[in-house]
């Protein structure tokens, strides 16, 4: 047993959770009429309302009581110190400094002055790609911006701009292309001119297979469109750590926008990486964004735990997952624009803590991430959300919406606001088999047809959901939202005890990608594998050998 599960706050809260397994939160709404206001918070533009939980009295103190003795408000300090909490890549996650305006140490550096230089260059380039003075080869304007890039290279970037599409410059339209699969990038040059064309090559390592193909396909369709080497330098700029790589690559040291190490891969939608995003909304709207993530890191580093909305999101999601075992989260965002925000926590959140074993090594005697999933309601509402009603397994669920619209259309956003509110409703009431029974009556039914559907219509209820809403969706409460959600992740992993900023787990795929591919690449005898994994590669050999399944010549990556 870990020291964790054996600890006292631990154990505390799991005597804590037989009892309230025993309450219903709907006799805990109708015992206490100030329950919704007891339990919520409001930070940096964002409410949340977090009363449709399992919650009675003493679960927060207790839920605190374990934040206090995993000790995270020093990580809250380490973090906000530079100080290098990646301990397996020995160096610090120190994305708050990319939207900081005071001075920010790591390693006995202030990295702003830095950050601000490559935002400025931004700018300016930002600026000129928006008044249409930066022409491409032929002297037109740039119409498309397209980001290759892969995880967090692609996943904050494509997110951000589908989520501000209103802020959107009426000549640029953004694309992204992150998959391998030719289809990708074959399906948005169908669509893009490569006179007015922009690529913006988004690797943190520069050396990530899916995004140095498609680059080099991409420039390699540039370039024989176009008729010359020539264009590479006015339609590719790089974000990249990794200024070796990039000048490899051919990209002039002048169009590439650097960020550094201390920033993940996840966490870089504030760097340079945001430079399809700040191309389509402008810098000053991208600085909004900034500004939103500063507040909320603001709130996180000050407020106290109890009432720091992060830590109490963290701290729900540990009830939830490590003391009623729930294994999944649906993230359930009621506007369109937010579409991808659940594959975009996706990465942040099982990147960061789908680890099995603790910052030492030691293998976890817990649950660590859940499953993070999720689509814009009202569609789920009408595929999965039976299953989060009446399903067999219980998942929690974050509900995000904004109280305004900007597309106010007749009834519309009532309608949308009114199914967001009601699921939460429905998941936290329920109804109850003699509620079912009144209403079948009401319908003319009796006996045995009656009793034959009451199990198929009642709803246990007691589902928890938090329900976070913003005044409006902008580049400010994006920032502030992304960031909370940042600092949760941050917050359970101090407390799982596991490192939330490496991502080993990765490797090994990747690893063996290489060596399938060289087999793949034949006539060399192929490496061991398993039967199955042989006996894919010869089906694919026999294809290969009836019709080429790649394009003969060998390209630098095969
Ligand atoms: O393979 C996972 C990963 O390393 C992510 O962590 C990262 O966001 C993504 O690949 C892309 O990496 P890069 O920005 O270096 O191309």
């Not at 505390?12 to 709907?26: D, I, N, W």
């Not at 750590?241 to 190490?261: C, K, P, S, Y």
């Amino acid at each position: 047993m870990s020291k964790l599960t054996q600890s006292v706050a631990w154990t505390k809260l799991q005597t804590h959770a037989t009892r309230v397994r025993a309450t219903h939160m709907r006799d805990l709404f109708e015992a206490d009429p100030q329950r919704a206001a007891r339990y919520t918070l409001t930070a940096a533009g964002i409410t949340l309302d977090y009363s449709k939980n399992w919650l009675v009295d003493e679960t927060l103190p207790l839920l605190v009581s374990l934040a206090e003795q995993e000790q995270v408000g020093a990580s809250i300090e380490r973090m906000f110190l530079g100080e290098r909490i990646n301990n397996t890549e020995d160096r610090a996650a120190f994305h708050v400094a990319l939207r900081a305006n005071a001075p920010m140490h790591t390693a006995g550096r202030d990295v702003v002055p830095d950050v601000v230089r490559v935002r400025a260059a931004m700018r300016s380039f930002v600026d000129s790609v928006r008044d249409g003075t930066a022409k491409g080869h032929t002297g037109k304007p740039m119409r498309a911006i397209v980001n290759i890039g892969i995880g967090g290279s692609d996943l904050g970037p494509l997110m951000a701009t589908e989520a501000l599409a209103p802020y959107r410059h009426p000549r640029l339209t953004p694309y992204f292309v992150s998959n391998v699969d030719g289809t990708h990038l074959s399906e948005v040059l169908k669509r893009v001119d490569p006179e007015t064309t922009l690529f913006i090559v988004a690797s943190k390592t520069f050396t990530t297979q899916e995004t140095i193909a498609n680059a080099l396909s991409a420039r390699e369709w540039l370039v024989s469109a176009l008729g010359s080497e020539q264009a590479v330098g006015r339609h590719f700029v790089a974000l990249s750590t990794n200024l070796q790589a990039t000048a490899q690559f051919g990209i002039d040291a002048r169009n590439v926008f650097e960020f550094w190490d201390w920033v993940g891969g996840r966490y870089s939608v504030w760097s340079a990486v945001g430079l399809s995003l700040a191309l389509a909304i402008g810098m000053d709207e991208f600085e909004q964004m900034l500004a939103g993530a500063r507040a909320m890191d603001e709130h996180f580093k000050s407020a106290p735990l109890e009432a720091n909305m992060p830590v109490v999101l963290a701290l729900l999601g540990i009830w939830c997952t490590n003391f009623f075992g729930t294994r999944s989260l649906a993230i359930l965002p009621y506007d369109q624009y937010l579409a991808r925000f659940p594959a975009y926590l996706q990465q942040l959140e099982m990147e960061s803590n789908g680890k099995r074993v603790r910052r030492d090594g030691e293998p976890v005697d817990y649950a660590t991430c859940p499953v993070i999933w999720g689509e814009p309601g009202t569609n789920g509402q009408h595929a999965f959300y039976q299953l989060l009603h009446q399903g067999s397994e219980i998942i929690p669920a974050d509900f995000i919406a904004p109280v305004r619209t900007h597309n106010p259309l007749g009834q519309h956003h009532r309608l949308l606001l009114a199914n967001f509110i009601a699921q939460t409703e429905a998941l936290m009431r329920g109804k109850t088999s003699a509620e079912v029974r009144a209403e079948l009556v009401k319908q003319g039914l009796t006996g045995a047809a009656l009793e034959a559907l009451v199990p198929h219509k009642v709803f246990l209820g007691n589902r928890p959901s938090n329900s976070i809403v913003l005044e409006q969706l902008t580049p400010h409460t994006l920032g502030a939202l992304i960031a909370l959600y940042e600092h949760k992740v941050y917050v359970q992993g101090s407390i799982w005890g596991i490192n939330s900023f490496d991502q080993w787990g990765v490797e090994l795929g990747k690893q063996l990608a290489q060596r399938v591919l060289d087999d793949l690449a034949g006539p060399d005898e192929p490496s061991e594998h398993d039967a199955s994994t042989q006996g894919l590669i010869k089906r694919m050999l026999l294809a290969d050998r009836a019709a080429p399944l790649a394009v003969a010549k060998k390209g630098p990556l095969s």
